[in-house]
């Protein structure tokens, strides 16, 4: 019951803040396609942060909450190519970090204890970095 919960959570502000209205073939995995809703890098992190707060417990928990996460910052790394590339290029390498990660360990092994923090690590940076440089 948790679990959905949480996947009801994460979808719902997901498509809530028109992150994902379709997905392309991008290079990097699901990109919003052209006709996507590409929201601003403050409202793209929100909705990040938003994802990412639940927490987990459980391995299936930790599944959606990861999955959850990955495809809100997938959502931030479109808004910042859009805003401005050059000048987001550190935190948009943590997203396709996070992402190569995701995809090495598998995208339905996120649960596990080490490949959630892999992948939750360089998400991590890319809110610090958010942190380190306000008003950017």
Partial sequence: MRMLRVVGLAAGLVLGAGLVVGCGSGEGGAEPS???????????????QEAAAPGCVTADECQALVTAKLRAAVGVRSAMRAEDATRFAEPIGFVDLAEKRAEHYGLDNLGAKGNSLAVSQPLQQMVAWFREHPGV
């Avoid at 809703?37 to 992190?45: D, N, Q, R, T």
């Fill in 34 to 48: 052209a006709s996507a809703v590409v929201v601003g890098v403050e409202e793209a992190l929100d909705a990040y």
